[in-house]
T-cell receptor
Framework: ETGVTQSPTHLIKTRGQQVTLRCSSQ?????VSWYQQALGQGPQFIFQ???????GRGNFPPRFSGLQFPNYSSELNVNALELDDSALYLC?????????????FGPGTRLTVT | KNEVEQSPQNLTAQEGEFITINCSYS?????LHWLQQHPGGGIVSLFM???GKKKHGRLIATINIQEKHSSLHITASHPRDSAVYIC??????????????FGKGTLLTVNP
C-alpha cells in the first residue's frame, strides 16, 4: 500500500505566474483535502474534493482552484501568484469525507514566490 | 481568538522527562487529531480521538469533550521526539464542516 505522495518537492515561481501542484492519494481513498501552511503557522484548509467534486472550501480566493481525477489523484492550481502564497502546501487523503475518517498527509510541496 | 489554542508554544526538555502538550478548542467537534511534523514538513498522524484516551507506545492522548480540552503526553522522552506537535479538530456536519482546523503547533526539543 503506497502512501500519499506530492510533487514537486520544492518549487520557485515569480509573482504573477501560475503553478500546479500534484497529489497522489493513498490507495482506496476517494477524498483529498489541500492545506496551506505558512512559516511558523498551522495549516489552513483550502478545499476538499470528494469523488471529483469540490466538497467544501476555506477562505481562499478563486485563483486557488483544484481538480480531482477518476483515479482520485488531485491538483491544486494557483493563478496570479503573490508573494504571500509562499508556503508549504499539504494534501491529505481519506477513505471518506465524513467524520471519523483519518486523514493521511503527504510530505508537502514547498512553494517560494519571488 | 483562534478556534484551536495550544500550549506551550515552545517546550524544551531533558531526555527521560515526562512531557505534556495541551490543546483547547472552542467549537463542537466530531474528532480531534494529534499530528507530528518534523523539519522539512512531512506530517504524521499520531492519534484521532473523539472520547476518552488512546495510547501508542510512549504516547498517550486524552480528550475531555465537556471541557473542550485535550492533552498529548510523552513518557520517557527521547531526542528523536523533537518535532512540532499539532492539534487539529474536525468539525461537525457536511462539506467544509468536516475540514480540519489546526492549532499553531508546539515546538518540542528534547536534549540528550
Amino acid at each position: 500500500e503506497t502512501g500519499v505522495t506530492q510533487s514537486p518537492t520544492h518549487l520557485i515561481k515569480t509573482r504573477g505566474q501560475q503553478v500546479t501542484l500534484r497529489c497522489s492519494s493513498q490507495s482506496g481513498h476517494n477524498t483529498v483535502s489541500w492545506y496551506q501552511q505558512a512559516l511558523g503557522q498551522g495549516p489552513q484548509f483550502i478545499f476538499q474534493y470528494y469523488r471529483e467534486e469540490e466538497n467544501g472550501r476555506g477562505n481562499f480566493p478563486p485563483r486557488f482552484s483544484g481538480l480531482q481525477f477518476p483515479n482520485y489523484s488531485s491538483e491544486l492550481n494557483v493563478n496570479a501568484l503573490e508573494l504571500d502564497d509562499s508556503a508549504l502546501y499539504l494534501c491529505a487523503s481519506s477513505l471518506s469525507p465524513g467524520q471519523g475518517y483519518e486523514q493521511y498527509f503527504g510530505p508537502g510541496t514547498r512553494l517560494t514566490v519571488t | 481568538k483562534n478556534e484551536v489554542e495550544q500550549s506551550p508554544q515552545n517546550l524544551t526538555a531533558q531526555e527521560g522527562e515526562f512531557i505534556t502538550i495541551n490543546c483547547s478548542y472552542s467549537v463542537g467537534i466530531s474528532a480531534l487529531h494529534w499530528l507530528q511534523q518534523h523539519p522539512g514538513g512531512g506530517i504524521v498522524s499520531l492519534f484521532m480521538l473523539s472520547s476518552g484516551k488512546k495510547k501508542h507506545g510512549r504516547l498517550i492522548a486524552t480528550i475531555n469533550i465537556q471541557e473542550k480540552h485535550s492533552s498529548l503526553h510523552i513518557t520517557a522522552s527521547h531526542p528523536r521526539d523533537s518535532a512540532v506537535y499539532i492539534c487539529a479538530v474536525q468539525g461537525l456536519g457536511g462539506g467544509s464542516n468536516y475540514k480540519l482546523t489546526f492549532g499553531k503547533g508546539t515546538l518540542l526539543t528534547v536534549n540528550p
